[in-house]
């Protein structure tokens, strides 16, 4: 089904084929920040938690089977967004429920502008999105529920509140406050969502727990089994659930060196690394070892192959037999779901090694033989479209087995994205992510992310600049393909970094055909001497262009932006300076009048001192604004001072910080109630006045 928009008590069947969910919450208080959390409870049909393994938050980040995961917070200074990931598939058979709710740092919800639940299935655009609205002295909410009904999944949007906040929603689930251990100046209900102690109230047994259930997410069952003299031993997770202690943890700095230059030991180390053999088989330990420790990283990286949620085992250099052939990929994953065990087999690449078409082959008729799910392949090749594969293959070679490629950037995007917007409540695998993002960044890993525009960079920006470009010109075509990758990459870092899935905009008829993507970007390159790509960035007042024009050897990036459409002309243009008022006085302004293609065009410091002067006339009603910034382009191909691919990095993250994180798209207010309720008489004359009849 399309997207719906839910009203309250609304329900709708969900998609029988649904699998793999995304249960979102999204608010945003620009005016008064407000940090709100997402709490998952997974509900028998009394409509109670069966266990505290039935709650699930940035403290317990999963259930015990991995049905539920909580997938990591955003937070800004202005909003948020809060996600659990949900495999229906594994989810018990005696679950009945699966509610969503939210609560607050202490604040009222009324303090929060907007505040919406999202439901995602199979990673595509939401499905169903509930607006929450009226809130008032709520400090904890039910936004909605997934439920069974007759053996299919219904989503349920609910939106009810609780002024006593987490306790108060949690009694009414089946959850018991325990302040016992809180000291009294904590146990204020002032403070209490900040420190009190949740436990089911129907499991009150002492007894020892299991060893399945005492093991909590993200801890290292490597660790535990092959080194028990190990120094740290994994946490294990408390009898009670604290919903807020010490939201994440962070690793102490080195202090205790002598002198600076002293190097602090690693984890992973890259001393004695040798040839391309020696790196690239280091790599893939230390990859595939973190992965089967860390389970959020490793969830993340087989979730794009589409793997199930469970228990993740990885292995290096497996021998097999394929005929009279001996076949040794660099690693195996395997993933126990229930009965079921998925399988990956895995290809590497560091450094400058290519992926070659008779070894991906030969890898996809093993998993085809042994009748496993996918090949994964890892290199510095960065595909243009994540769904497309860096060599070409024909398209009967994946009939049977399901082939995925993950760049180095990706991979070390996503320990970014982990390391930044992840809470870890065991300091272990935030040490182990720390070593491994800190292995991968040293030249000699062989990771490496893409700074290099290729060979005949300066031939073609010589050839733009005298004028000779062609779009035939056959040097024309590996700068554009180029370019399309640096696109990739810098919208995997910004993700990385803002902690939402920043997308490059593709038209649709560009979309399933990368070949006229590159003729067109060629024809643009040969015709104006221009690479031009658009992000979309959520909840951004509007998508951000990056333009390189090599004729001018400038970087462009710009925005483009609503206009208001109410108040005077004047202070429609004054809206958008005051936003801008710590921004750079050589901005450019343009003002866009649709219908019209007439524009205008000033600097920001003119536009501040007489906002009129973007508008030509009393009629001339403006529809948006263009904000554009200009940087010196780099010139050289490669390296990280001077160099093309740097030099667009800055324009953008200096764009972003000085326009985009400041602007707010306008909104218009609410319409007001009529000065008097009185209810007036509506004639015939009156309908005949107005047309009507």
């Not at 002598?258 to 001393?271: G, H, M, N, T």
């Not at 002309?569 to 801008?580: F, P």
Request: proline share 7%; hydrophobic share 40%.
């Amino acid at each position: 089904m399309g997207e719906l928009i839910l009203v309250k008590g609304q329900n709708v069947p969900l998609d029988p084929g649904a699998s793999n969910l995304r249960l979102s919450i999204r608010w945003s208080s620009p005016a008064n920040p407000v940090d709100v959390d997402l709490v998952a409870l997974i509900l028998g049909a009394d409509r109670r938690v069966r266990s505290d393994a039935d709650m699930v938050f940035y403290n317990q980040t999963a259930t015990s089977d991995g049905s539920v995961v909580h997938a990591g917070k955003v937070t800004a200074d202005s909003g948020g967004s809060d996600d659990v990931l949900v495999d229906l598939s594994a989810v018990d058979a005696d679950v009945h429920t699966l509610t969503v709710a939210a609560s607050t740092d202490g604040a009222p919800f009324s303090e929060v502008d907007r505040l919406e639940w999202l439901v995602t299935a199979d990673q595509a655009e939401p499905v169903a999105r509930f607006p929450v609205t009226g809130l008032t002295s709520e400090r904890a909410l039910v936004l909605g529920e997934l439920y069974r009904r007759d053996g299919q999944w219904r989503v349920r949007a609910v939106g009810q509140g609780w002024e006593g906040g987490l306790a108060g929603l949690a009694t009414d689930y089946g959850v018991s406050i325990d302040t016992a251990d809180v000291p009294a100046d904590e146990a204020d209900e002032s403070t209490a969502p900040s420190a009190t102690e949740v436990s089911a109230d129907h499991e009150s047994s002492d007894a020892a727990p299991d060893a399945a259930e005492c093991e909590p997410a993200g801890t290292l069952p490597d660790i535990r089994s092959t080194a028990t003299e190990s120094p740290i031993a994994p946490a294990r997770r408390p009898r009670k659930v604290r919903v807020a202690v010490e939201k994440s943890v962070s690793l102490a700095p080195i202090r205790l060196a002598e002198d600076p230059a002293w190097q602090p030991s690693r984890l992973f180390s890259i001393s004695g690394i040798g040839g391309a053999d020696e790196q690239e088989k280091r790599a893939t330990s230390a990859l595939l070892w973190t992965m089967a420790a860390v389970r959020p990283l490793g969830r993340a990286l087989t979730a794009r192959a589409g793997a199930p949620v469970g228990a993740l085992e990885t292995f290096i250099e497996v021998g097999f037999s394929l005929g009279e052939q001996r076949v040794i990929p660099d690693g195996v994953i395997r993933i126990a779901r229930g009965q079921r065990v998925w399988t990956a087999v895995v290809e590497v690449k560091t450094g400058d090694g290519m992926l070659g078409r008779d070894q991906i082959e030969t890898y996809l008729r093993l998993a085809k033989r042994r009748k496993y799910d996918a090949v994964l392949t890892i290199s510095n090749q960065i595909s243009t479209d994540p769904d497309v594969h860096p060599v070409e293959l024909p398209a009967r070679a994946t009939n049977a087995v399901a082939l995925f490629h993950i760049s180095w950037s990706e991979i070390m995007h996503e320990i970014k994205m982990l390391l930044a917007h992840h809470r870890f409540a065991d300091p272990v695998p935030l040490w182990i992510l720390t070593e491994l993002n800190r292995y991968l960044e040293h030249p000699r890993s062989g990771a490496m992310p893409f700074n290099d525009m290729g060979s005949s960079w300066v031939s073609v920006r010589e050839s733009v600049a005298a004028g000779t470009l062609r779009p035939g010109d056959r040097k024309a075509a590996p700068i554009v393909d180029a370019w399309q990758k640096m696109i990739r990459q810098l919208s995997l870092g910004l993700t990385a970094r803002l902690g939402v899935p920043v997308k490059q905009i593709v038209p649709r008829r560009l979309q399933a055909d990368p070949g006229l993507r590159l003729d067109e970007g060629t024809h643009l390159l040969g015709d104006h001497g221009l690479l031009t790509a658009s992000l979309r960035v959520p909840d951004a007042a509007g998508p951000i262009v990056v333009s390189a024009d090599l004729r001018t050897s400038r970087v462009t990036v710009s925005i483009e932006i609503a206009a208001p459409q109410e108040n005077s002309l004047s202070r429609r243009v004054t809206w958008l300076v005051r936003q801008l008022r710590d921004a750079p006085d050589d901005l450019l302004v343009e003002a866009r009048f649709a219908p019209r293609t007439e524009t205008t065009c000033e600097q920001l410091a003119d536009v501040r001192a007489r906002p009129q002067i973007l508008l030509p006339g009393k009629d001339w009603e403006p529809s948006g604004f263009v904000v554009t910034r200009s940087h010196p382009m780099g010139t050289k191909r490669s390296g990280a001072r001077g160099s093309f691919v740097t030099s667009v990095n800055d324009a953008v993250d200096a764009f972003y910080t000085e326009v985009v994180e400041r602007v707010r798209p306008w909104t218009p207010p609410p319409p007001p109630l009529p000065a008097s309720s009185e209810t007036r008489e509506v004639s015939a004359t009156d309908l005949a006045e107005e047309g009507v009849g």
